[in-house]
């Protein structure tokens, strides 16, 4: 392959104690808590809303707040919850549609109001960093490079970029290296709601597909569909259709990924319309701006989460966090056999039961400045299963947040544990194993 040189000097427009790539939930809660705290904060988010799969990617619902007895992702999570749904709302739901543009402002607010510094359109390109180190980012702006640098880096990124720029080691996908489907999110119209078939947990939009296959209705034939959301007004919000190989750290990938999402997406809509009561008159209104990616890299930290912890509901000394979401993987090729985890996502993890997420899995080996938070936190395969859901990324998000605020004149392996589960628990985190 042929190469260039391409050098030039570009100015460093921020010196920050905290600087974050990303601004999904997990990067918008430790920007917030960070801030909130006292840091100088500075965030680059590469699109033009906070929010990320739930924003940019329209996935319709948020998976569960709560074990069916605790609120989980207490702290910013709840602020998220109580400004969406209204404090009085149910937050044992096992699922929460999402309306996107009400969350966007709530997101916008919380960030300006928290005084934390942050910048749309601008995209992590490069990281300088030695001996684990890191001493500045390389942004892409609108048009410009630049660079900001800081006391410590948080890599919400969900990707691990920064991370893996910066010399961590990473894992991706199962032990060949696939990873879970994309999916091409997707807003409906005309839904009858009264007709519908509707069971929460559970996904009966499938119990069509093999009369569909057998009409040749679809191209790709996907046993698996998550199925449709209610939304008001007749609207749906669609988790449909599966696009299967596609590495979401590759461009490449993404860009074939997105075309065969958007050329099957009618195939469905066909399905719905002939296949299923109450959708006779659905209508696809729009899709999201990109694609939805359940899986890619995990860095790999000073503890990884396993699936051990999950069975035996784990207790650590340094949680910051406990969750609850059972191990949900997604079937790597269309015609997979369903894993005993996809049995036990139907069973539910059971009600009041939790496992814990040490302050280790936010510490990637061989760096010193340098935390991960939301999906690309260290973990198993099978346990990212659960910790990348939306709520799971605002309790590390909110614990990298506040473990960053409070290492401005130490180091992130020097923070007193105890004095972070103090602040995190003050600030309504579900800690309930820990002293501080």
Not at 125 to 143: F, M, P, R
Not at 224 to 240: C, D, E, F, Q, Y
Not at 250 to 275: C, F, K, Q, V
Not at 401 to 415: D, H, K, V
Request: charged letters at 25%; one cysteine or more.
């Amino acid at each position: 392959m042929k190469e260039i040189l391409f050098q030039r000097r570009i100015p460093v427009i921020r010196q920050v104690d905290v600087f974050i790539a990303g601004g999904g939930p997990a990067g918008l809660a430790a920007a917030v808590t960070a801030a909130r705290m006292g840091a100088g904060v500075f965030l680059a988010e590469k699109r033009q809303s906070f929010g990320g799969a739930a924003t940019e990617a329209a996935v319709p619902a948020f998976m569960r707040f709560s074990d069916g007895v605790h609120f989980m992702a207490g702290g910013i999570g709840r602020e998220v919850f109580d400004a969406l749904y209204g404090p009085q709302a149910d937050y044992t739901a096992v699922e929460l549609p999402i309306d996107m543009e009400k969350l966007k402002r709530i997101y916008d607010d919380m960030m300006v109001k928290s005084g934390a510094e942050f910048l749309f359109d601008t995209k992590l390109i490069g990281v300088q960093a030695e001996n684990g180190v890191i001493d500045s980012v390389i942004l892409q702006g609108h048009e410009e490079l630049f660079a900001v640098q800081a006391h410590t880096y948080i890599d919400c990124t969900g990707d691990g970029t920064l991370a893996v720029m910066a010399g961590a080691h990473s894992e991706k996908g199962n032990g060949e290296g696939r990873m879970m489907p994309a999916t091409l999110c997707s807003l409906w119209s005309d839904v009858d709601w009264e007709r519908a078939v509707v069971i929460v947990g559970e996904d009966p939009d499938n119990r069509r597909l093999p009369q569909a296959f057998a009409d040749g209705v679809f191209s790709v034939q996907d046993s698996s569909l998550p199925g449709m959301w209610h939304l008001p007004s007749g609207m749906g919000g669609g988790n449909i259709g599966h696009v299967f190989e596609v590495d979401g750290t590759s461009e490449a990938d993404i860009t074939r990924g997105i075309i065969e999402a958007r050329r099957r997406l009618p195939e469905y809509e066909y399905y719905y319309n002939h296949y299923l009561e109450g959708y006779e008159n659905a209508k696809i209104v729009s899709t999201g701006a990109s694609l939805g990616f359940r899986e890619t890299r995990r860095i790999l930290g000073e503890y990884v989460l396993s699936n051990e912890d999950y069975e035996t509901r784990a207790s650590f000394e340094d949680e910051i966090g406990r969750y609850c979401y059972p191990i949900d993987l997604h079937p790597v090729t269309p015609g997979a056999q369903k894993s005993r985890y996809e049995e036990d996502y139907l069973k539910g993890y059971g009600k009041g039961n939790s496992y814990g997420i040490p302050y280790r899995c936010l510490l990637p080996e061989g760096t010193s400045n340098l935390l991960v938070a939301g999906r690309c936190i260290s973990t198993s395969r099978e346990m990212n299963g659960s910790t990348r859901v939306m709520p799971c990324c605002f309790i590390t998000g909110m614990a990298a947040g506040a473990a960053a605020a409070q290492a401005r004149n130490s180091s992130l392996r020097e923070i007193s544990v105890h004095e972070l589960q103090k602040r995190l628990k003050e600030m309504g985190a579900y800690l309930p194993h820990t002293s501080g």
